[in-house]
C-alpha cells in the first residue's frame, strides 16, 4: 500500500479511557466512594439516572481488553487511575487491593507492548474530600500529591508517561457552573479550583522529578477549543478573547508562562472578587516546566455579543445554536478539521514549540447499524481520516505533534450524558458486555499497521 499521509516511523498511536467511566465495580475490593459515586447515586443530573457501578466491566475484564488493543495495534493506552480506588478516603494508608489491580493491568499492557500513559487524576477523587470543599480548599492539594507520590512509588519503574490533570476547564470550573457541588458563587469557587489544581500539578511535577524513576515525561492534559467570532464587530473580537481567555490561556499561561492571562485576572477580580495569586505559587508553576501537552479537542466556539453587557454572560455570548452549512456530531458538537489545525498551530506558536500529544480526539455516532455482525460507523472513519489529515498538515509545518490517542476504546459512561453518547472503536452490550468490533476499528488498526492512510 502506497500511502498518501505518512506520519513520522514513532509517532504514538493510541486510544483514551478513564477509570470511572469503564471499570464499575464501584465498591468492590476496598475501594471508596468518589464525587461521580455520590453524583450518580443522590442527583438527578445524569441522563435517564445512569450511573458508572457496572460501566464497562473493565475492572474484571481488563485483559480482555487489553487483547482488544492487541488486536487494533495500539502502540499506547492512556487511562486513568482511580483515586478512590488507593485511597478510599483521600488520605490514610493506600489500599493494596487497589494498587494490584493497576499493577496488573500495567502488567499486561507491557507484556502486550503496549505503553502505559497514566492520568492520575481524571475527574473521580474521594467524595470524602468534598467535606472540606474538594478543589475550592488548598488542603486537597496536599492530599493530591501524598497519592501521587504513592502512584510515583509503586509504578514508575514501568510507567514512563505520565499525566498529573484531565482537563481542569471540565471538572474545576464547568462542572461547577454546572451545580454539581452544589452552593452557590459557581464561578468563583470554580476558578479558585482552576488555581489550585496549577498548584497541585506543579507539586506533582516537582515531587516526579524528584522521585526514584525520574528518567519518563509528565505532561498535563487540557481540553482546548479554538474560538472564533460569529462575525467580525468589536464586540464579538472582544468576546473572542474573553471567551479565549477562560477556555485556554487561563489553562495554559500558568503552565507555559508561570503567569495567568492579565486581561482574565483583572476581569475576574472586578467581577467576583477573586483573591490575589501570591508570588510563590507563580514561582512553583515557572519551575516546574512540562515534559509535554496533552491536548483534547472535540469542537470550536463560535462567540458574539451584541451589547456591552452581555460580555460576562458565557451562556450569551457562546452560540449552542447550530449554525447553517456546518456539521455537527451526534452530541451537537461542531465538526471542522481547519479548527483543530488552527487549535495546534497556536499552541506551537504561543508557547515555544512544546511536545504536544493528542491525548482525546473523536467523535459520537448513533452506531445503529450493523452488518455482519459489525457496527457500520463510517461517519466516524471519515471524521478520524479528516482530523488526522489536519494533524499531519500541522506535522508537516513544523509542529512538535508526538502522538494521537481516540477517544475511546469502547463505548462507555458519557458523564452527564450517561450511556446515551457512543465514542467508542468498540461497541458495549451493557446487559451482556460482549464487546462489538466497529468499522472504525478496522481502520484504525490498517493505519496503525501502515503508520499512513491514503487520502
Known amino acids: 500500500m502506497t500511502n498518501d499521509i505518512n506520519f513520522p516511523n514513532d509517532f504514538v498511536w493510541g486510544v483514551a479511557t478513564s477509570s470511572y467511566q469503564i471499570e464499575g465495580a464501584w465498591k468492590e475490593d476496598n475501594k471508596g466512594e468518589s464525587v461521580w459515586d455520590a453524583v450518580t447515586h443522590k442527583t438527578k443530573l445524569v441522563a435517564n439516572n445512569d450511573n458508572g457501578d457496572i460501566a464497562c466491566d473493565h475492572y474484571h475484564r481488563y485483559k480482555e481488553d487489553v487483547q482488544l488493543m492487541k488486536k487494533i495495534g495500539l502502540k499506547a493506552y492512556r487511562f486513568s487511575i482511580s483515586w478512590p480506588r488507593i485511597f478510599p478516603s483521600g488520605k490514610g494508608s493506600f489500599n493494596e487491593k487497589g494498587i494490584k489491580f493497576y499493577d496488573n493491568l500495567i502488567n499486561e499492557l507491557i507484556l502486550n507492548n503496549i505503553e502505559p500513559f497514566v492520568t492520575i487524576y481524571h475527574w473521580d477523587h474521594p467524595s470524602a474530600l468534598q467535606n472540606y470543599g474538594g478543589w475550592e480548599n488548598r488542603q486537597i492539594i496536599d492530599d493530591y500529591l501524598v497519592y501521587a507520590k504513592c502512584l510515583f512509588d509503586h509504578f514508575g519503574d514501568r510507567v514512563k508517561f505520565w499525566i498529573t490533570f484531565n482537563e481542569p476547564f471540565i471538572f474545576a470550573l464547568y462542572f461547577y457552573m454546572q451545580g454539581l457541588y452544589g452552593g452557590e458563587d459557581f464561578a468563583k469557587r470554580g476558578l479558585i479550583a482552576t ?261
Not at 214 to 220: D, L, M, S, V
Not at 271 to 288: A, G, H, R, V
Not at 297 to 319: H, I, S
Open 195 to 455: 488555581h489550585n489544581v496549577n498548584v497541585a500539578h506543579a507539586k506533582a511535577v516537582e515531587a516526579y522529578r524528584e522521585s526514584k524513576f525520574p528518567n519518563g515525561k509528565i505532561g498535563i492534559t487540557h481540553a482546548l477549543s479554538p474560538v472564533y467570532p460569529i462575525s467580525d464587530t468589536s464586540l464579538n473580537n472582544i468576546a473572542v478573547q474573553i471567551i479565549d481567555g477562560f477556555v485556554n490561556k487561563w489553562f495554559c499561561d500558568p503552565i507555559f508562562k508561570g503567569t495567568y492571562p492579565r486581561l482574565i485576572l483583572k476581569t475576574i477580580q472586578s467581577e467576583f472578587d477573586y483573591p490575589t495569586i501570591s508570588k510563590e505559587d507563580l514561582c512553583l508553576l515557572k519551575q516546574n516546566p512540562i515534559d509535554f501537552l496533552g491536548i483534547n479537542n472535540y469542537t470550536c466556539f463560535r462567540v458574539g455579543a451584541e451589547k456591552p453587557e452581555e460580555l460576562m454572560d458565557f451562556e450569551k455570548l457562546v452560540k449552542v445554536d447550530k449554525m447553517e452549512g456546518r456539521e455537527y456530531s451526534d452530541m451537537d458538537q461542531e465538526i471542522c478539521p481547519e479548527c483543530f489545525y488552527d487549535l495546534i498551530k497556536r499552541i506551537d506558536n504561543d508557547y515555544n514549540r512544546p511536545a504536544i500529544y493528542i491525548t482525546e480526539n473523536g467523535m459520537t455516532c448513533k452506531d445503529d447499524k450493523i452488518k455482519d455482525g459489525i457496527v457500520q460507523d463510517d461517519d466516524r472513519i471519515s471524521y478520524l481520516r479528516r482530523y488526522l489529515r489536519a494533524a499531519h498538515n500541522a506535522l508537516n509545518e513544523g509542529v512538535n505533534l508526538k502522538g494521537y490517542f481516540v477517544w475511546s476504546l469502547m463505548d462507555n459512561f458519557e458523564w452527564l450524558h450517561g450511556y446515551s453518547k457512543k465514542f467508542g472503536l468498540i461497541k458495549i452490550d451493557y446487559k451482556t458486555q460482549e464487546r462489538i468490533w466497529k468499522k472504525s476499528a478496522t481502520w484504525y488498526s490498517n493505519l496503525i499497521k501502515n503508520n499512513g492512510f491514503e487520502i
